[in-house]
Nanobody
Framework: QLQASGGGLVQAGGSLSLSCAAS????????MGWFRQAPGREREFVAT????????YYADSVKGRFTISRDSAKNTVSLRMNSLKPEDTAIYYC???????????????WGLGTLVTVSS
């Protein structure tokens, strides 16, 4: 079970952090990721992190602005979002997959989304 939190309203150029708490064991081969879905658009990959090594991967649209991290002791994954743009407005979802992937269909556990709104 995954539970995301931290969404809200922020002005363009601002920052926001999201957090996702996972229950149960997370295997080192697993990845924890963030996806987002804007109104009228398809869900898209944002970032993911390998649980065992901490290796991170980002969508080009957020690279350099967003940082994904994990706390293995607390079973949490976070997404720090800087220099936010109006086009970052979306519902953000955390998810878990058994192996590395950028495809949402490969993620078998999803949390309820949290809304991020960036005003211009």
């Amino acid at each position: 079970q995954l539970q995301a939190s931290g969404g809200g309203l922020v002005q363009a150029g601002g920052s926001l952090s999201l957090s996702c708490a996972a229950s149960g064991r997370i295997f080192s081969s697993s990845v924890m990721g963030w996806f987002r879905q804007a109104p009228g658009r398809e869900r898209e990959f944002v970032a993911t992190i390998r649980w065992g090594t901490g290796t991170t991967y980002y969508a080009d649209s957020v690279k350099g602005r967003f940082t994904i991290s994990r706390d293995s002791a607390k079973n949490t994954v976070s997404l720090r979002m800087n220099s936010l743009k109006p086009e970052d407005t979306a519902i953000y979802y955390c998810a878990k997959a058994r192996y590395y992937s950028r495809e949402g269909s490969e993620y078998d556990y999803w949390g309820l989304g949290t809304l991020v709104t960036v005003s211009s």
